[in-house]
């Protein structure tokens, strides 16, 4: 296990409490599974943000929307995690909805990731001015 995953588990477990939920989600490999959370109500933060970093590693495209949400929240480690993922994702419009997000005047505050995110990405056309 590497560290952003490590970390990230770490941080998620105390967040869940003792949920088997949890550990099921932390150890399969099942990225149907995986999406099946992203998109059924109910679904709590923790298990939505471990179901999107899982499977935005794997670089399955069904995880995006979700990171872009974790990237743009008030949280620092949702976002640097989020961050993490989209970079590994592959998706062509993680430029574009980082750039959104660092270039957003609302939301200065939590521009710092996205404009890392832009940075690993090189993608400077897209870089805020």
Known sequence: MDEELRSLTERLRTEAGASPAF???????DHDELAAVLTEP?????ARELAAFRLGRAGDRR???ALVLLLN????????A????LARLGDPRTARAAAALATNELRVAYALHPVRL????????????
């Not at 989020?82 to 993922?85: D, F, K």
């Open 42 to 46: 109910g679904q709590p933060l923790w």
């Open 118 to 129: 832009l940075a690993e990405l090189r993608a400077p056309r897209r870089c805020p001015p």
């Open 82 to 85: 989020a961050a993490h993922a």
């Open 63 to 65: 995880a995006f929307e």
């Open 73 to 80: 929240h008030r949280d620092p480690p949702r976002c640097a």
């Open 23 to 29: 550990e099921r989600l932390a150890t399969t490999d």
